[in-house]
Structure formats: structure tokens, C-alpha cells
């Protein structure tokens, strides 16, 4: 048996797409053009089949340019990149859905494509019936079902309903079933496409285990995911594609950082005019900005900070308003939720520009990127009347210079500094 799991070399992959037709000026122009449509429409689906490896036309889209890497058994890599990258297209030539264009993709032993979950379910049949349907769909033997059935049951936890039909199920009930058919096979190399990002917070911890324990058991993996997370603590080894194309690969931590950080270039100050704001009907943000509050010119670890909101309120009578945002690290982990409504204190405000500063305490957060991922501005404590996505990015440095106790790098989203006291001696 090779050793590797699966090889692709060189793979390319262009799709022939649809161009703009040019509008005829004339009317015999355009009965000419009428009576070719058929011999050029002939000529375009023979070119699928007559395509020249050298051939460049504005009517091709390269999907995946000159693609290649190996994968050993046991192995697991992560595919990351920006929509439309090629992550899915590649998994489609590694899984034989499509065919690549130039070069090939070599599969040693039984491979499982979890690409769409759920896909093959029937709404008339049992859960009992869909789990043998749509795992026959991915290869199963019926003994296989049968070892397995009473784990892929307790592992979805529909227990109690699956002999019900699963057109009486909700969508997660129908996700959490379908991941766990999917999940069960024995096979050596295991493709999966966004599918760890389903279903309620609990089940995808569960998932995400269960993926690992599968990886320890010497199944490869190859991981799309838009959720670092997963591809973090799966993962020894991560590609991020680009247009189509490899334009980094190698360890994890190093990929992704590297990914983010090109994605999450500072942006420690935003200001718009009135006029320009980002707005909803209720609010215009004219002001976000991060700020030191001691005399240096960065952040580092340890330091307090503030955040510094401006708006200016449309409505007209006066309400009680609420701020609320979401501070995430680099790696998208959300780190706390700062919010007015936890002061216990009423702020009410009437229409006219608005001020709002947040202190954020000296010895909290480590190094790092961080970004305020969510801002929302609420009347009252539950009516969202504005909201806006990725408003600031900042850094937190490591130290000017040596203090005890505070410098040096140290696992963690934080670096508190904590009231500790130690006794010696006999009691």
C-alpha cells in the first residue's frame, strides 16, 4: 500500500463561461447573427472537448492554476482562502465529482466526501431508513450500517425520533443525523468542506472531536473551512489558495497568521462626515478610533486602553440607548463582550451627536491582533437599531522594555495580573 493518502500534480482546472454578446446595429445583422447562433454554440461545446492546454481566452476562468502536494496517511491539512479561491473545486477534482483540465489527483485507498451534508436524504422515509439510504449513498456495505447504526444514532442524538419521518425533522436534527452517517465511515482519507461549522454550539464541539479522534486514528484529512478554529486544532499543516493558486504552505499557526494578518491590516482609526457615515435609520457612526491611555505611542501588554465611539441620533424623542461590541483575537476566538447595559446605569439620549468611551483595564489582554468584530447599538436592551461588522483592528505589542512580572510572551488571550498571597511554615 502507498504511503500516501492521496497526490495531486499539477492540477488545473478552467471552466468556459459566457460572454456579453455584442448588440448588431442593423436588423440583417442581426438575423445574420440568428441563423450562425447554432454552428457557434456547436463550435463552443466542442471546444470542451478539443481545449488546448495552451489556450488563453477571455472566455475560460482558470479555477485552480498548477495545484500540487502530497498527503500521507495520518496526515491532516487544512485549505484556506477568500471565496472563489478554488478550496471547493479542488475538493470536487480530490473526490472524482469533476474532472480536472490538466494534471491528475491520485487517491490511495477509500476515501469520504463530506462536501454537502445530507445530501441523498429523502423526506418521506424514516431517520431509521435515511441513515442506511444515504449511507449506501457514500459507500457503506449494509453490515457496516448495522455495526454502526447505534452509533451514528446516539452520536446525532435524534434517538427518540428516528423512526419518525424526516420531513418532521428541524434542520438541525436533519444536520446533526446526517454529519454523524457521514462521519462514520472507515476509510483512509476523509474530505471535508465547511460541514464543521454546522449545527447548535454543542454539537460542534462535538464534531469537531469526533474529527480529531479520526485523524488520531490514522484516517487522512484535508480541511476547507472558513473557521480557523477547526483548522487550528486539527491541522498540523495548512495551503492558502489564492485565485486559484498556492501562495503559502506550511505549518498552521504560521499559514493563518500569515492569512489574517493580511486580511486584518490595522485599522485603529475610523472617521466619516455626516454626510459619508455608515448608517441605519436610527444612527450615523461618525468616529471609532483605539487609543493609549498612557504616554506611548502603542498598546502593549498589560497597558490600559480606551475605545472611542461617536454617532449622531436621527430619532427625535428621547430613549434609553445601549452599546454593545464584540472583541475577538485573530484567530476570530471571540475574547469578551463589553457592553453598557452591564453597568447597571441608564443612558438616555435624544437626537444630536452621541460620545461614548470605553476603558478597557490595565493588565488584561496578552499579545496580539485583535478586532472589534461587532458593534452594535441597541434601544433599550433588546432593539438592535444599528450594527456594523470589523470596525477596528489593532495590535497589542510586546513590552518597550524589561519589567518584571510583565514582560516575556505567554500562551493565553490574557495577561492578568493577579493579587497572589503565599505562606510558609507549619500550620
Given at each position: 500500500?502507498?504511503?500516501?493518502?492521496?497526490?495531486?500534480?499539477?492540477?488545473?482546472?478552467?471552466?468556459?463561461?459566457?460572454?456579453?454578446?455584442?448588440?448588431?446595429?442593423?436588423?440583417?445583422?442581426?438575423?445574420?447573427?440568428?441563423?450562425?447562433?447554432?454552428?457557434?454554440?456547436?463550435?463552443?461545446?466542442?471546444?470542451?472537448?478539443?481545449?488546448?492546454?495552451?489556450?488563453?481566452?477571455?472566455?475560460?476562468?482558470?479555477?485552480?492554476?498548477?495545484?500540487?502536494?502530497?498527503?500521507?496517511?495520518?496526515?491532516?491539512?487544512?485549505?484556506?482562502?477568500?471565496?472563489?479561491?478554488?478550496?471547493?473545486?479542488?475538493?470536487?477534482?480530490?473526490?472524482?465529482?469533476?474532472?480536472?483540465?490538466l494534471g491528475y489527483a491520485e487517491v490511495f485507498g477509500r476515501a469520504s466526501s463530506l462536501l454537502e451534508v445530507g445530501t441523498g436524504f429523502n423526506n418521506e422515509l424514516t431517520g431509521r431508513e435515511n441513515v442506511y439510504l444515504n449511507g449506501a449513498i457514500l459507500g457503506m456495505t449494509k453490515s457496516e450500517i448495522n455495526k454502526k447504526f447505534d452509533e451514528i444514532v446516539a452520536f446525532s442524538g435524534v434517538e427518540k425520533f428516528i423512526d419518525?419521518?424526516?420531513?418532521?425533522?428541524?434542520?438541525?436534527?436533519?444536520?446533526?443525523?446526517?454529519?454523524?452517517?457521514?462521519?462514520?465511515?472507515?476509510?483512509?482519507?476523509?474530505?471535508?468542506?465547511?460541514?464543521?461549522?454546522?449545527?447548535?454550539?454543542?454539537?460542534?464541539?462535538?464534531?469537531?472531536?469526533?474529527?480529531?479522534?479520526?485523524?488520531?486514528?490514522?484516517?487522512?484529512?484535508?480541511?476547507?473551512?472558513?473557521?480557523?478554529?477547526?483548522?487550528?486544532?486539527?491541522?498540523?499543516?495548512?495551503?492558502?489558495?489564492?485565485?486559484?493558486?498556492?501562495?503559502?504552505?506550511?505549518?498552521?499557526?504560521?499559514?493563518?497568521?500569515?492569512?489574517?494578518?493580511?486580511?486584518?491590516?490595522?485599522?485603529?482609526?475610523?472617521?466619516?462626515?455626516?454626510?459619508?457615515?455608515?448608517?441605519?435609520?436610527?444612527?450615523?457612526?461618525?468616529?471609532?478610533?483605539?487609543?493609549?491611555?498612557?504616554?506611548?505611542?502603542?498598546?502593549?501588554?498589560?497597558?490600559?486602553?480606551?475605545?472611542?465611539?461617536?454617532?449622531?441620533?436621527?430619532?427625535?424623542?428621547?430613549?434609553?440607548?445601549?452599546?454593545?461590541?464584540?472583541?475577538?483575537?485573530?484567530?476570530?476566538?471571540?475574547?469578551?463582550?463589553?457592553?453598557?447595559?452591564?453597568?447597571?446605569?441608564?443612558?438616555?439620549?435624544?437626537?444630536?451627536?452621541?460620545?461614548?468611551?470605553?476603558?478597557?483595564?490595565?493588565?488584561?489582554?496578552?499579545?496580539?491582533?485583535?478586532t472589534i468584530s461587532k458593534l452594535f447599538v441597541l434601544k433599550g436592551f433588546e432593539n438592535v437599531i444599528y450594527d456594523h461588522s470589523d470596525l477596528l483592528v489593532f495590535e497589542i505589542t510586546g513590552d518597550v522594555e524589561y519589567s518584571p512580572g510583565k514582560s516575556g510572551k505567554i500562551d493565553g488571550l490574557l495577561k492578568p495580573k493577579l493579587e497572589w498571597e503565599l505562606t510558609a511554615g507549619n500550620n
Amino acid at each position: 500500500m502507498s504511503e500516501y493518502a492521496v497526490r495531486v500534480n499539477d492540477v488545473s482546472k478552467a471552466f468556459l463561461i459566457g460572454l456579453k454578446e455584442s448588440r448588431k446595429e442593423t436588423l440583417g445583422a442581426e438575423l445574420i447573427s440568428w441563423f450562425r447562433s447554432p454552428v457557434k454554440n456547436f463550435n463552443n461545446l466542442k471546444r470542451l472537448n478539443t481545449f488546448e492546454h495552451s489556450e488563453e481566452s477571455d472566455d475560460f476562468f482558470w479555477a485552480l492554476r498548477n495545484v500540487s502536494f502530497d498527503l500521507k496517511h495520518g496526515e491532516t491539512l487544512g485549505i484556506i482562502g477568500d471565496n472563489g479561491a478554488g478550496k471547493s473545486t479542488l475538493l470536487k477534482i480530490i473526490s472524482r465529482i469533476t474532472n480536472p483540465t490538466l494534471g491528475y489527483a491520485e487517491v490511495f485507498g477509500r476515501a469520504s466526501s463530506l462536501l454537502e451534508v445530507g445530501t441523498g436524504f429523502n423526506n418521506e422515509l424514516t431517520g431509521r431508513e435515511n441513515v442506511y439510504l444515504n449511507g449506501a449513498i457514500l459507500g457503506m456495505t449494509k453490515s457496516e450500517i448495522n455495526k454502526k447504526f447505534d452509533e451514528i444514532v446516539a452520536f446525532s442524538g435524534v434517538e427518540k425520533f428516528i423512526d419518525t419521518q424526516i420531513k418532521k425533522y428541524s434542520s438541525g436534527m436533519k444536520i446533526r443525523l446526517a454529519f454523524s452517517v457521514a462521519s462514520n465511515i472507515e476509510t483512509e482519507l476523509m474530505i471535508i468542506d465547511e460541514v464543521l461549522s454546522i449545527g447548535d454550539t454543542e454539537f460542534r464541539k462535538k464534531s469537531l472531536s469526533k474529527m480529531i479522534q479520526i485523524a488520531k486514528s490514522g484516517t487522512a484529512i484535508i480541511l476547507v473551512s472558513h473557521n480557523m478554529l477547526p483548522i487550528q486544532s486539527m491541522c498540523k499543516n495548512t495551503m492558502h489558495l489564492e485565485h486559484g493558486r498556492i501562495v503559502n504552505y506550511g505549518k498552521t499557526n504560521e499559514v493563518v497568521s500569515s492569512y489574517l494578518g493580511n486580511l486584518n491590516k490595522d485599522k485603529t482609526s475610523q472617521t466619516w462626515t455626516l454626510e459619508s457615515s455608515p448608517s441605519s435609520e436610527s444612527i450615523k457612526i461618525t468616529k471609532a478610533e483605539v487609543l493609549p491611555v498612557l504616554n506611548v505611542p502603542v498598546i502593549r501588554a498589560g497597558d490600559p486602553f480606551e475605545f472611542r465611539f461617536e454617532f449622531y441620533n436621527l430619532i427625535e424623542n428621547e430613549y434609553d440607548i445601549n452599546i454593545t461590541f464584540h472583541l475577538s483575537d485573530e484567530y476570530e476566538n471571540l475574547v469578551f463582550i463589553g457592553s453598557t447595559a452591564l453597568t447597571g446605569k441608564k443612558f438616555n439620549v435624544s437626537k444630536g451627536y452621541i460620545s461614548a468611551n470605553c476603558r478597557i483595564p490595565a493588565n488584561l489582554l496578552n499579545h496580539g491582533k485583535f478586532t472589534i468584530s461587532k458593534l452594535f447599538v441597541l434601544k433599550g436592551f433588546e432593539n438592535v437599531i444599528y450594527d456594523h461588522s470589523d470596525l477596528l483592528v489593532f495590535e497589542i505589542t510586546g513590552d518597550v522594555e524589561y519589567s518584571p512580572g510583565k514582560s516575556g510572551k505567554i500562551d493565553g488571550l490574557l495577561k492578568p495580573k493577579l493579587e497572589w498571597e503565599l505562606t510558609a511554615g507549619n500550620n
